[in-house]
């Protein structure tokens, strides 16, 4: 399935925007393509520039680069649970609450780095051992139906989200 083909009905329309993110995409390659793209940014950030905000009250860079992978980690945990087939209703997240506490400020580029590959190969290998039945199972977060399949759009969407605000606000 691409991206465009994914139903609005596995998924709250608040992740719509990031479903919109994505050009015409599969799912799997999609990951490793958004891989590439987040790596190759944080190759051409110079490090003075992860203590940057375009606006008072704003997030710095670190601290964006730190939600996108934070965000990862959340929408990985709900797809394992909704792929093992777990009823149960997950809550969603505050990225205010999370983004304070990341600890950004002490961050260095390389650990950031170091961070994100580990995690996107988290991603792939979990999407990767997913069938085409576990990829259409659906859970409940916030309130609202996510599939499988929806949870890794959404996360691909996310970071291409974050990547635009970034190379327009931040660069």
Known sequence: MR???LPSSEYNPFYHTYILALDNVGLMEELHHGKKLFLAL???IPKEKLEYAYAKGKWTLAEVLLH???AERVFQYRALRFARNDKTPLPGFDQDVY?????????TMEDIKEEYMAVRQST??????????ALQRLG????SP???????????GHQAHHLKI???RYL
């Open 166 to 168: 970034i190379r327009e």
């Open 146 to 156: 996510l599939s499988v399949r929806a949870t890794g759009f959404i996360i691909s």
């Open 140 to 143: 409940v977060s916030s309130g």
């Open 42 to 44: 944080l190759d051409d």
């Open 3 to 5: 991206s465009s083909e």
């Open 68 to 70: 996108i992978i934070d």
């Open 124 to 133: 792939i290998l979990l999407f990767n051992s997913f069938d085409d039945e």
């Open 99 to 107: 983004v304070p506490h990341s600890n950004a400020s002490k961050r």
